[in-house]
């Protein structure tokens, strides 16, 4: 069973940047799809981006597309998440969550406990 620790999370302004990193443990890094999810107050959790198990292949929301980026590093068992021109309704808790089959989309079945980001206007 994998352990996935998140962290990274902060309160800044709109417009600034932050690297999300989830760190994983357990099972061998490399066999699983990765994702990242989160949710905002009141409302549902949502797919942000996900990451093939070599990190070749991508998936983004269209919310997120062009401002963040995933990445993975295999060596370090560390999921990332680049977010650059950050704004108010970004904020959320986001989660990262990895699965061994299955499309970068859909169900995931182990999931962290969250790192909590504020984008301030």
């Known amino acids: 069973q994998v352990q996935l620790v998140e962290s990274g999370g902060g309160l800044v302004q709109a417009g600034d940047s932050l690297r999300l990193s989830c760190a994983a443990s357990?099972?061998?890094?490399?066999?699983?799809?990765m994702a990242w999810f989160r949710q905002a107050p009141g409302k549902e959790r949502q797919f942000v981006a996900a990451?093939?198990?070599?990190?070749?292949?991508?998936d983004y929301a269209d919310s997120v597309k062009g401002r963040f980026t995933i990445s993975r590093d295999n060596a370090q068992n560390t999921l990332y998440l680049q977010m650059n021109s950050l704004k108010p309704e970004d904020t959320a808790v986001y989660y990262c969550?990895?699965?061994?089959?299955?499309?970068?989309?859909?169900?995931?079945?182990?999931w962290g406990r969250g790192t909590q980001v504020t984008v301030s206007s």
């Open positions: 969550a990895v699965k061994l089959f299955g499309s970068l989309r859909g169900q995931y079945d182990t």
């Open positions: 990451i093939s198990r070599s990190g070749s292949s991508t």
């Open positions: 357990g099972r061998t890094f490399s066999t699983y799809t």
